[in-house]
């Protein structure tokens, strides 16, 4: 049946990876994505903005046909209270995992798009993991609080696998309902989008 040619993973990696290409084509588009980015980004945040985005093309899914999505591994994060999150025993809401760092420039472009998401679903359907690579849950959580952002941070206590975060960031990892990786993208991106946010609310209704 032709709606079982893409899996869920390859529909979140074709939706970011087009996303993608109109920025890289179109500076215009660009800036209407990113909400307008301010005009006196330094270059070198220009720069780390442009590697991000290129690295996207290298979404690292298995996208097509109707193999199996793979489980989400047993990985372990804690917030500021020291309460622990499980991924691999979060079943029955979906689960945003965002990797990132104060200093970085993709990162913080892409925060108040992840913000507005946050505020599209109720905490049962998405859980939003802001996980600091830095592990400095004082600097970041400073971050959201100057900059009003109802995100809440994390960091890792056991190692993050490598098909998780291979060294670039923003990375973002999605997890269903059932506890499968059905995407994962590399830099950063306008989680607004309102395919994106589509592609979020049929995982989030299922």
């Known amino acids: 049946m032709k709606s079982k040619i893409f899996s869920k993973a390859g529909i979140f990696s074709a939706i970011i990876i087009l996303i993608t290409g109109i920025l890289l084509i179109s500076p215009d588009a660009k800036a209407l994505l990113f909400g307008g980015a301010k005009n006196n980004t330094s270059e070198s945040e220009i720069n780390a903005e442009q590697e991000a985005s290129v690295s996207a093309q290298e979404v690292n899914n298995e996208s097509t046909g109707t193999a ?75 971050f959201m609080v100057n900059n009003k952002y109802d995100l809440p941070v994390y960091t890792a206590v056991s190692s993050v696998p490598q098909e998780f975060l291979s060294g670039s960031i923003p990375t973002t990892v999605i997890i269903d309902k059932d506890g499968k990786v059905v995407g994962r993208h590399e830099g950063g991106a306008d989680y607004m989008n309102p395919e994106i946010v589509k592609f979020f609310k049929e995982l989030t209704s299922k």
């Open 68 to 142: 199996e999505l793979a489980p989400a591994p047993s990985v372990v994060f804690k917030d500021g209270s020291g309460k622990t999150v499980d991924i691999s025993k979060q079943k029955g809401k979906v689960l945003f995992i965002n990797f990132w760092a104060t200093w970085c420039p993709p990162c913080i472009q892409e925060m108040p798009s992840i913000n507005e998401l946050k505020k599209q679903f109720d905490e049962k359907d998405i859980q939003f993991l802001m996980v600091d690579v830095d592990d400095n849950y004082k600097k970041s959580s400073k």
